[in-house]
């Protein structure tokens, strides 16, 4: 049908422009984001392409249901500035006639949304997490880089050293601060190289000084210089964490266990789900638009309908996690609200309602038509 088929056709258009848009900028952000979180240390630098792709596995849904909600409002936007709808309206097409295109066209991207909040999201931060995890366990040696001071995985050292060499065994001007059990102590050595001795990896020092506190915490420090000092390296390693974050749990743990916080983060992948039926429906009333006023002021209040709508769904996370709304109440309430108001601003643009009409009685009607 040439109704159907223009309307697709002009959807798809531009909904691929402005994904592609979207996904430029927000790869822009999180490739910036990344490469500071590996400039700080908790991101290997050489899965930071990994990092950026996953996290962006996980803003697909958002992206997806904007795209679908600017490509309805501008391309119904276009049609009204253009005078399509009056045509359209002349032939008999009301706006809710434009509903069964509009949800032929979304559907597989509303299938797509839940299908990458439900099961995308938290399988993309899983895997960062661990990527995270496993660059947080490496040993305090490998911690260590040129010209930078660097805490130990436990906290009690701190290393530095100048120069290094390509295979990271042996470095220059190397300073080690340490507090173990209350006993404090800083080494310095001009060189430092790494060698395994019976099995056990050691890191042996030369030409250099020693400055440490006694153990009994006297005020007295003493000073001791050596030719070669050798210091064992444990495996120091950062204990596994037990602890998941609900965002890195899964939708079916998440149901499992309905903690506060579960249930926030459930909330929060529903509402995705939601709020893309709802965004539907609030784009076809929000694109009526003045043939002589143009479309910016409209695209506009638009995407401040959308930026209000996501921050109350991502507000809902926190209210369900602190126990200030219980999960089928926060959905009922804000989802429920604006499928109503969707609902009932379609009806009067379709039905070419006014407040007047809506305020007017009956009764106030008959008794005023008399004589």
Do not use: C
Request: charged share 15%.
């Amino acid at each position: 049908m040439l109704f159907h088929s223009s309307i697709r056709t002009e959807l798809a258009r531009t909904f691929g422009a402005t994904l592609v848009v979207l996904i430029t900028i927000v790869m822009t952000i999180i490739l910036i984001r990344t490469l500071g979180q590996a400039s700080r240390g908790n991101v290997n630098p050489s899965e930071v392409l990994m990092v950026m792709g996953l996290s962006m596995l996980g803003y697909m849904p958002i992206l997806l249901t904007l795209s679908l909600f600017i490509a309805i409002v501008g391309t119904l936007s276009r049609m009204y500035t253009d005078s399509e709808m009056v045509i359209w309206f002349s032939s008999g097409r009301g706006l809710a006639g434009f509903l069964p295109p509009l949800l032929r066209f979304a559907w597989p991207i509303l299938l797509a949304v839940t299908v990458l909040s439900l099961l995308a999201w938290p399988w993309a931060n899983q895997q960062i997490q661990e990527l995270k995890v496993r660059y947080e366990k490496r040993g305090n040696i490998e911690r260590v880089a040129p010209g930078r001071f660097q805490e130990s995985a436990d906290g009690s050292r701190v290393f530095f050293i100048d120069k290094d060499s390509p295979d990271n065994t042996t470095g220059s001007n190397v300073f080690i601060s340490s507090n173990v059990n209350g006993k404090a102590s800083v080494t310095s050595a001009r060189t430092g190289r790494i060698e395994i001795i019976r099995g056990d990896r050691f890191l042996l020092l030369t030409d250099g000084q020693r400055l440490e506190s006694p153990a009994d915490g006297a005020p007295q420090w003493r000073l001791s210089q050596f030719e070669e000092y050798g210091i064992r390296i444990a495996e120091d390693v950062l204990a596994a964490q037990n602890i998941v974050p609900a965002k890195a749990t899964s939708t079916l743990e998440l149901i499992r266990e309905p903690t506060r916080a579960n249930q926030g983060e459930l909330g929060w992948r529903l509402g995705l789900a939601f709020a893309t039926v709802n965004l539907v429906l609030l784009a076809l009333a929000v694109s009526s638009v003045n043939p002589r006023a143009g479309r910016s002021g409209n695209l506009i209040f638009a995407l401040l309908t959308f930026v209000v709508y996501y921050n109350l769904v991502t507000l809902g996370l926190t209210w369900v996690a602190s126990g200030r709304a219980s999960l089928p109440v926060f959905l009922a309430a804000l989802h429920g609200g604006v499928l109503a108001l969707a609902v009932l601003w379609t009806a009067s643009r379709h039905n070419n309602w006014t407040l007047r009409d809506l305020m007017r009685r009956p009764g106030l009607r008959s008794a005023g038509s008399g004589p």
